[in-house]
């Protein structure tokens, strides 16, 4: 077991002290969970920081380990930290609970109200009457997190069985019926806003019926899904997360400011939103700092999977799924441009992570080779050429002009014949600028362009 | 162990599955009874937990779950932590069962069935359909019922991974309990225990506990799984107490929700029918899966059940119990895991030595067990004070010693009741211990009942069955 170095045990011990101090303010005066989730998102950071340094050893020896092939010396660090970051974004979760309801339990119990507004407790065989209690909320609270425990489990035997990609696909399904069954028995609302220009053939509302249950599985499907496909770079999948839940906090924050009309309708559900992702962020943060380059750790399949699905939560049980999908669009475009090697049409080899040049220690664009032996199929072979004439790959061609070899199809590797070589952090760095500017024109056309779409912005 | 089903395996599976599907589909229809699909799903985990158990063995191994039977002439190496299929088989048929037991809340309040005046309409769609009436803190126990599962279930996997020490191990519990102890508040909240009728004078009818109640549920929590794990070591007894327990638990809710009319002047009040069959639903799956996992761990044993299998286990029946309003009910059926863990007390806090395990031990030569010991070795030899325990003990029949020429103790035998019993019985086939065991857990757990609910009278005013529900 490693230990802290003292300026780590003295800043996390630090940090730790005074969220508990918040925390414990927080309980007193009336739950403030705005307040509790910070204070426990900042303690779910030092305990999480602490965790992944004490457990590294232990995660080796059971054999959860990996070699990073990026670098000169491939050194073996541990693999699937991400199940310390779920683990314990689970337990923070379970400890602000009660934070969330502690203004509604007292409201409705204290004798400092309005007694017309109390009922007695009535009689110990029927218990405290908890007249108006927000019981949709605390089944909310209930379904996501069922969701995101089962997730975890799903990655954690993913990560112990290295199972195929073809069972792998459909897990986050299983995970998410929680959230299904939810929305199912308690909200239930299948229709959706016809864009403007639409109107006239699909009316005001359409009715998407189970398509809609269909359309939410394929989201918590495809989250955890494109954050795994976004990966083989030091610290891009932790950072990516990362990246999108700023943005879905900024977005939410939107609805929460005094700027909008308080108490705005969408105000509940997207504070229910930064209430789950602030925990998130804090153990994400955690994650970060040690797998980002040069990496200490791997952070696994778990952490892909426990992301996507925290994403797919909030946005689904918070009513936003097109906005959360618009944050999607690297990973969107990354997913589609990487189908031709991912259904095979395109040769697909192990890994397309970008290759390393250890002599100029660089990332280079890392390639499938097409042999005399093994050749393109001619018509593959032209789109590729085509695709290279725009840029969108480079290939390398024979005298015969036969394709023999073209870089992989994703988005890393497309960056990097773009930009030339560059070292691991850097790429990171430009894939995360690239993503939170994308994610906040996004965000921007959402909000601003939505009158041209639709007839109202949600939002006002 | 082979990693296929046998053609009569596959069929009779098959058809099982089949058939239940059909059940559940036609449940689903007719708006049918939700004790229906819950037995459905129950049989349909039994055959997905058997067919997977057989399907994974190899995969466990081929990751490094897997262990040595040591009470076998050859010892083999069969997976281990099945316990986990077990889990996650349960938490999916949960999940599943949830809309067929709410199938008839939606559909009061949404169809034109019922009264026009019990259906809100769809007003817009940011505020969606308003469920009138509709029973939320039903959902909301269902929920956390099965966060506390899940939480455990992960818990109880990182044990059986990292092989967590067990200062470490015995909070757990607690923690993944905190989901459940939040509900209750929330939705009950009730801290008051009725006192017997023997203690009234000084306490009074009603003793309310205030948040000391809550710290005996986390207890009960805590204690639940952790007891089951004590009382291991040969094949079955861990999953055979806990089918032992939940047909129990079955037992004593059905007391409540079946027109007994030889006993009830009056018909059970919802609330208590409510809260029973919320017992049976979360029971009937469990017992299904655990089934399916004793056929392949019973003697001789193809798999072990892991850690897992035990929190799992022990934290569906806290929660049951704890959300059900049966925690000392409960208790009861427990007590020879209780008896196993004051009995175990001396070895687990080290005041007699430990050692690594306490199993029964395997005699190669007649292939029956005998009770295992901790020797006392000139080199380390028994503390002073505790020769004279250890010889009153004996002499009270409640282990065995062995001594030197000199008098002096060498040996005792293991403070667990697997032991003690092989003391009393002399030595046996590993089997046969095991179905002794849980015949004594059946009988002391039935007589157990029997008292809570006859002699119920005496010490209290009312047996709650007749009545009404409050909490024993």
Not at chain 1, 161 to 174: C, S
Not at chain 1, 384 to 394: A, E, Q, S
């Amino acid at each position: 077991m490693q230990d802290l170095s003292r300026t780590e045990t003295y800043s996390l011990g630090g940090v730790a002290a005074i969220c508990f101090a918040i925390l414990v303010n927080a309980w007193k005066s009336d739950g403030e969970p705005l307040f509790a989730s910070l204070a426990i998102s900042g303690i779910a950071f030092a305990f999480t920081y602490a965790l992944i340094r004490w457990t590294g050893d232990v995660f080796i020896k059971r054999g959860y380990k990996g070699r990073d092939l990026s670098k000169k010396n491939a050194v073996e660090i541990p693999e699937a930290m991400g199940l310390v970051c779920a683990l314990v974004y689970l337990l923070a979760v379970v400890n602000f609970l009660p934070f969330a309801f502690k203004h509604d339990i007292a409201e409705v119990t204290s004798a400092a109200i309005d007694k017309d507004r109390l009922l007695e407790a009535l009689d110990i065989e029927t218990g405290r009457f908890l007249h108006r209690f927000p019981l949709e909320k605390l089944a909310s609270y209930g379904f996501a997190y069922g969701t995101l425990a089962s997730v975890t489990i799903l990655g954690i035997l993913d990560d112990s069985f290295d199972m195929r990609w073809r069972h792998k696909f459909f897990i986050p399904a299983f995970a998410a019926l929680p959230m299904l069954a939810l929305y199912y028995v308690d909200f239930g609302v299948t229709h959706v806003v016809v864009p403007l220009p639409l109107r006239e053939y699909l009316g005001d509302l359409v009715d998407l019926g189970g398509f809609y249950y269909l359309y939410m599985a394929a989201i918590s499907i495809f989250c955890p899904n494109c954050i795994n496909i976004l990966a083989g770079v030091n610290g891009i999948e932790v950072g990516q997360s990362l990246v999108i839940a700023l943005l879905i906090v900024l977005n939410d924050m939107l609805y929460i400011l005094p700027t909008v009309n308080q108490p705005h309708p969408a105000a509940e559900s997207h504070l229910f939103s930064v209430y789950l992702l602030l925990p998130f962020i804090g153990v994400s943060l955690a994650l970060l700092k040690h797998n980002w380059f040069p990496a200490k750790v791997f952070v696994g399949d778990t952490y892909c999977y426990f992301a996507g699905m925290v994403f797919a939560v909030v946005g689904i049980l918070g009513h936003f799924s097109k906005t959360l999908l618009l944050l999607f669009i690297p990973q969107i475009f990354n997913f589609i441009y990487s189908a031709p090697q991912l259904f095979a049409i395109v040769p697909c080899p192990r890994h397309r992570l970008p290759r390393f040049n250890a002599r100029t220690g660089l990332l280079e664009p890392s390639v499938a080779t097409f042999t005399e032996e093994k050749p393109l199929r001619p018509l593959v072979g032209e789109v590729l050429k085509l695709l290279d004439r725009v840029k969108l790959l480079r290939v390398q061609v024979s005298e015969e002009g036969r394709v023999t070899e073209t870089t992989n199809f994703t988005i890393l590797n497309l960056w990097l014949v773009w930009r030339g070589p560059l070292r691991e952090d850097r790429l990171a760095i430009e894939i995360l600028v690239m993503q939170t500017a994308v994610g906040l024109l996004g965000l921007l056309v959402r909000h601003k362009l939505a009158l041209l779409l639709f007839t109202v912005d949600n939002r006002f | 162990m082979s990693s296929t089903l046998s053609r009569a395996e596959t069929w009779s599976l098959l058809t099982l599955s089949a058939a239940c599907v059909g059940v559940l589909v036609k449940t689903y229809q007719d708006d049918g009874e939700p004790l229906f699909a819950s037995l459905a799903l129950g049989l349909a985990a039994f055959a997905a937990s058997y067919a997977m158990i057989v399907w994974l063995g190899d995969a466990f191994i081929a990751v490094g779950r897997k262990g040595t039977d040591m009470s076998k002439k050859h010892k083999v190496e069969i997976p281990e932590t099945m316990g986990a299929v077990c889990g996650v088989v349960y938490i999916f048929a949960i999940i599943i069962f949830i809309p067929f037991a709410f199938r008839r809340d939606i559909v009061a309040a949404t169809s034109g069935g019922g009264s026009k005046d019990a259906v809100l309409n769809v007003e817009h769609v940011e505020t969606g359909r308003i469920l009138h009436r509709f029973p939320l803190s039903k959902l909301s126990s269902y929920a956390y019922a099965l966060i506390s599962v899940a939480l455990i279930y992960i818990l109880g996997i990182a044990d059986d991974i990292f092989d967590m020490r067990w200062r470490h191990k015995v909070f757990i519990p607690a923690f993944a309990s905190i989901p459940m102890l939040l509900f209750y508040y929330v939705d009950f909240g009730v801290t008051q225990v009725v006192v017997p009728i023997l203690l009234r004078p000084y306490f009074g009818e009603l003793l309310n506990l205030g948040s000391l109640y809550y710290a005996y549920m986390a207890a009960v929590t805590i204690f639940a799984p952790n007891s089951i794990n004590i009382l291991a070591g040969i094949n079955g007894i861990e999953v055979g107490q806990s089918i032992v327990i939940g047909i129990l638990i079955l037992l004593n809710s059905s007391l409540y929700i079946l027109p007994l009319s030889s006993t009830t002047t009056s018909p059970p009040n919802q609330a208590t029918m409510d809260v029973h069959l919320f017992t049976i639903y979360l029971l009937l799956p469990f017992l299904g899966v655990s089934l399916a996992l004793l056929k392949h761990n019973w003697y001789p044993a193809r798999v072990f059940v892991g850690d897992t299998y035990c929190y799992f286990a022990g934290m569906v029946f806290a929660v049951v119990g704890i959300l059900g309003h049966f925690s000392k009910t409960l208790l009861l059926l427990f007590l020879p895991q209780i008896a196993n863990f004051i009995y175990s007390a001396p070895q687990l806090f080290h005041i007699i030595p430990c050692p690594r395990h306490r199993l029964p031990r395997f005699n190669a030569r007649t292939g029956l067990l005998e009770p295992s010991v901790t020797t006392h070795p000139p080199e380390k030899p028994l503390r002073k004070p505790l020769v004279p325990v250890l010889e009153l003990l004996h002499a009270l029949h409640l282990l065995e010693v062995k001594k030197d020429e000199s008098g002096r103790i060498i040996s005792s035998t293991n403070l667990t009741l697997l032991n003690l019993w092989l003391v009393w019985r002399g030595p046996r086939r590993e089997d046969r211990l095991a179905i002794e065991i849980l015949s004594m857990q059946m009988c002391v757990g039935l007589l157990g009942l029997w008292v809570r609910h006859r002699l119920a009278l005496l010490v209290f005013t009312q047996d709650n069955r007749a009545v009404g529900g409050s909490h024993v």
